[in-house]
């Protein structure tokens, strides 16, 4: 299989606190993994590919100092919202690539709600 | 650059009705196309893909055609069934800006009543 998990599942913060989002893949061990942002009624965005062992590239327009990922292992990839405010409120969704596949799939984690009061 | 367009949702039918699900793209060169499903609660799950022209994928009675000429890949499925309630996501992998990239249609919604 292969198997991604999101941790947590929701979360509410208040305005200026920060607030931190695991991606793990499960079963199988990925280099490279993606976050993606999506509104209501709106297409996943992509917002960065996180590289293990090394920094994350960034989409334009994506805060790097805002949104800080960190890749520390081959299945555990975390997104920081800093300083969160209501406008990032959002569902925050993350892939992870099967390293032993040549095929670029990615493998889509259930998603993070994301609430800022 | 690179864009999906889909047929905005939500989609409602009864069960063993004929579904098409429309989606054009905008890329240069030659995409591989795909068709995501995310069941309510979970992750989107790749239905299936097709990485050429005139290429067709399918899977679970689910079908969509690559073509090029029209730049779309419809999907579609012969009979739903109330398991197949879900959102539908259309997405290109493009040549540019690194083959893992990922670009997505906005979904449609698809309910599918008794």
């Known amino acids: 299989g292969a198997v991604v998990s999101q941790h947590p599942s929701w979360v509410i913060c208040k305005s200026g606190t920060s607030v931190k989002i695991e991606c793990r893949s499960l079963?199988?061990?990925?280099?490279?993994m993606f976050w993606y942002r999506q509104f209501p009624k709106q297409s996943l965005m992509l917002m960065a590919t996180s590289n293990e062992g090394s920094k994350a590239t960034y989409e334009q327009g994506v805060e790097k100092d805002k949104f800080l990922i960190n890749h520390a292992s081959l299945t555990l990839s975390t997104l920081t919202v800093t300083s969160a405010h209501p406008e990032d409120s959002s569902f925050y969704i993350c892939s992870a690539r099967k390293e032993e596949t040549a095929s670029y799939e990615q493998y889509f984690g259930p998603g993070t709600r994301l609430t800022v009061t | 650059g690179n864009s999906v367009t889909q047929m905005e949702g939500p989609v409602t039918l009864s069960e063993e009705a004929f579904l098409t699900i429309n989606c054009t793209y905008t890329a240069t060169g030659y995409p591989s196309l795909f068709w995501y499903v995310q069941y309510p609660g979970e992750g989107l799950q790749l239905l299936l893909k097709a990485t050429k022209a005139d290429d067709k994928g399918s899977n679970k009675g689910f079908e969509a055609t690559y073509r090029k000429e029209t730049t779309s890949f419809h999907l579609e499925k012969g009979s739903v069934q109330v398991s197949d309630s879900a959102v539908y996501f259309c997405?290109?992998?493009?040549?540019?800006?690194?083959?893992?990239?990922?670009?997505f249609g906005t979904g449609t919604q698809l309910k599918v009543e008794l």
């Open positions: 997405a290109l992998r493009g040549l540019t800006g690194g083959g893992n990239k990922l670009t």
């Open positions: 079963d199988f061990q990925a280099t490279t």
